[in-house]
């Protein structure tokens, strides 16, 4: 059975819409400049490029940022242990 969960559009944010909706608009109107210079079929490989693309990403990775801090996974704790002594081999 198909079902769709609506509950990640409640947990996305406003701001994060709006950095989606400015990068998409300025992906197609630097292809609409690109297709101005140099004809429609090289312009329509960069409009082809999706918009969302680098605002998704950099919105994924600053939520994986965010879910590993919640489970303490930042480096912070562990790299407590780090200066701890090493055995000696000799």
Known sequence: MIRIDLA???RTKWHDYAI????GGLITAAAGL???RWGPG???LFLAFPAIF???AT???KHEKQKKN????AGIERGGF????MPSLA
């Open 8 to 10: 990640g559009l409640r």
């Open 20 to 23: 989606r909706f400015l990068f």
């Open 34 to 36: 690109i297709a101005q």
């Open 42 to 44: 090289i312009g329509g």
């Open 54 to 56: 680098p605002a998704s």
């Open 59 to 61: 919105l994924v990775e």
């Open 70 to 73: 919640r489970a303490g996974l």
């Open 82 to 85: 780090a200066p701890a002594p």
